[in-house]
Structure formats: structure tokens, C-alpha cells
């Protein structure tokens, strides 16, 4: 009997090794993450040649000491080589009232600094954008290539989060992307 349940378990191995063998589509890997919604942000940078900057929903925290935060670029962003060239960024957290700007910078061949894109120059030549829940300035302290991206580590070195208006004003709302729409979280859509 424990023979049988050996070569059944063995049987069962060899299946689960084979099936987990196959690479999933691109079209499975994609509806995976439709599921898995993501707060919006906006990179910024000074490229050679003025400004440059891109939407992602790719940012996250990986360490508070030192301060650091990691994105990914695409590496059919228009934006990305100027961007990893730069050697500092912007990242700006978006609110649900930013959807424009998100919409904007996440559209390629336009002049996304320009039309009704309000930004100014740090005092450390990064551009900044006038409009977001907050924004972060740091140094790119690694780079490492993943499949068709790039993974950027960023140290913090500033961070600034405008103060709410008023003294009984909500905080702002994140925009999140999920299943290939803009959404916004609001005290309601807390479960506990």
C-alpha cells in the first residue's frame, strides 16, 4: 500500500513539475495583474534635452533606513533612457483628482510638459510637477535588468507632502489602476 501512494505521489510530482514547467502566456501574466490593483504614480527627470517623465504603477517602498523606493521602465518607454541616464528623479504620488496629468504622462509622442501640465525646476534641476499627493526626490543607486524592463532603486533624499486644506479637510484621495481603469480609494472602500 505505501508503495502505491509512493508512485502516485511521484506520478503527481512529475505532472505538477511538467505543468509548472510551461512559461504562461503574455496574455495570462497580464490578467493576473488586472486583479491586483496599483497606486499611480509619475517619474520625472531632466534629460539632456529638457524634461522627461512617464506614468507607472510599478513604485514601491523597499526600505525606510536608508529611504528607498524601487519603479520599473519599460524598455519601450520613450522616457526610460533619459530617465535612468539622469541620475535623479522625481516621484510624484498621484491623487484621484491628478487622473489628467496620469492620462497625460502616460501617452507617448505628445510634449508632456507642455498644454495645461503645471511644473516648475527644483533648485536641483529636477522637474516637479504643481499637482500631487506627494513627491519625492532621490538619487538612482541601482539599476538591474529584468526580462524587458528595467528595475530602479532610488534613494529618497526629500520628501514633501502639501499640507490638506483647512482644518477638517478629508485627506486626498490615491488614484489606483485596476483592471485597466483609474480608480480612487475613499474611506468607504476601507473593509476593516
Known amino acids: ?9 511521484r506520478r503527481m510530482t512529475r505532472t505538477a513539475k511538467n505543468r509548472f514547467a510551461e512559461t504562461p502566456s503574455t496574455e495570462d501574466f497580464k490578467a ?5 490593483p496599483a497606486g499611480v504614480a509619475i517619474i520625472t527627470a531632466q534629460g539632456p534635452t529638457g524634461p522627461v517623465g512617464l506614468t507607472a504603477s510599478s513604485v514601491f517602498s523597499v526600505s525606510v533606513n536608508p529611504p528607498l523606493l524601487v519603479f520599473s521602465l519599460s524598455a519601450q518607454s520613450s522616457s526610460a533612457s533619459a530617465i535612468r541616464e539622469a541620475g ?13 496629468v496620469a492620462k497625460t504622462f502616460a501617452t507617448g509622442g505628445i510634449d508632456r ?12 534641476g529636477e522637474p516637479v510637477l504643481s499637482r500631487a499627493n506627494a513627491w519625492m526626490r ?16 532610488v534613494q529618497v533624499l526629500q520628501v514633501n507632502i502639501p499640507a490638506a486644506e483647512g482644518q477638517d479637510a478629508e485627506p486626498a484621495r490615491p488614484l489606483v489602476y485596476h483592471d485597466r481603469s483609474w480608480h480612487s480609494l475613499s474611506p468607504a472602500s476601507a473593509v476593516s
Open 113 to 124: 510638459f507642455g498644454g495645461t501640465t503645471t511644473w516648475h525646476r527644483l533648485i536641483t
Open 32 to 36: 493576473a495583474f488586472r486583479n491586483h
Open 1 to 9: 500500500m505505501a508503495i502505491q501512494h509512493t508512485l502516485a505521489a
Open 138 to 153: 532621490g538619487t538612482i543607486v541601482n539599476e538591474m535588468s529584468a526580462g524587458d524592463s528595467t528595475v530602479v532603486a
Open 88 to 100: 535623479s528623479v522625481v516621484v510624484h504620488l498621484l491623487g484621484a483628482d491628478q487622473i489628467d
